[in-house]
T-cell receptor, first 116, second 114 residues
Framework: GESVGLHLPTLSVQEGDNSIINCAYS??????FIWYKQESGKGPQFIID?????DKRQGQRVTVLLNKTVKHLSLQIAATQPGDSAVYFC???????????????FGKGTKLSVKP | KAGVTQTPRYLIKTRGQQVTLSCSPI?????VSWYQQTPGQGLQFLFE???????NKGNFPGRFSGRQFSNSRSEMNVSTLELGDSALYLC?????????????FGPGTRLTVT
């Protein structure tokens, strides 16, 4: 699709299995960390976020873990479905001029392929 | 509620020309951000507008500019196009309260510069 990079890391899982997508971030001063999902031909879609003072946050079938010691973020998807196939991006939210948090710093992305 | 819309969806321009892209945010959203997405650089922040004012700017040359209108619709302009400007340009809108980082993206405008 339009949004997929040529050299994205790829994760291939069987339908029903759990998926873990990892991300390393750069700035320990970031306030929030967010996961986005981008399907072919579409813009990124917000999945879940975690504040920098938290270690874990759960949503529907998804869990985000934050390890500030090693600047690592992960997204766990339970019972992965074919509809989960997409490119997943982590992003950091930082304060900008005037207190804005409109500036998201995105990671390179991971392509998740779910085999039926 | 309608999502973020971007026009046009596809655009082909020649090097040296200029281009204007349009974004209509979700109703009630007053913040609009623009991003460039390429295979090599990924998603990169261009700028953010709020209440017709540029509030934040990424590391792009002055050829990239934008504006926001009183109805929160936004446009971005790229002048003197270069081949490297070929990319998917994404617009995102958000409420400016509550969870400010929860941005809603449009489908993007695919710009090809030849």
């Amino acid at each position: 699709g339009e949004s997929v990079g040529l050299h994205l890391p790829t994760l291939s899982v069987q339908e029903g299995d759990n998926s873990i997508i990892n991300c390393a971030y750069s700035n320990s001063a970031s306030d929030y960390f967010i996961w986005y999902k981008q399907e072919s031909g579409k813009g990124p879609q917000f999945i879940i976020d975690i504040r920098s003072n938290m270690d874990k946050r759960q949503g529907q079938r998804v869990t985000v873990l934050l390890n500030k010691t090693v600047k690592h973020l992960s997204l766990q998807i339970a019972a992965t479905q074919p509809g989960d196939s997409a490119v997943y991006f982590c992003a950091e939210s930082r304060e900008g001029y005037g207190g804005s948090q409109g500036n998201l710093i995105f990671g390179k992305g991971t392509k998740l392929s779910v085999k039926p | 509620k309608a999502g973020v819309t971007q026009t046009p969806r596809y655009l082909i321009k020649t090097r040296g020309q200029q281009v204007t892209l349009s974004c209509s945010p979700i109703s009630g959203h007053r913040s609009v951000s623009w991003y460039q997405q390429t295979p090599g650089q990924g998603l990169q922040f261009l700028f953010e507008y709020f209440s017709e004012t540029q509030r934040n700017k990424g590391n792009f040359p002055g050829r990239f500019s934008g504006r926001q209108f009183s109805n929160s619709r936004s446009e971005m302009n790229v002048s003197t196009l270069e081949l490297g400007d070929s990319a998917l340009y994404l617009c995102a809108s958000r409420l400016d309260r509550g969870r400010p980082y929860e941005q809603y993206f449009g489908p993007g405008t695919r710009l090809t510069v030849t």
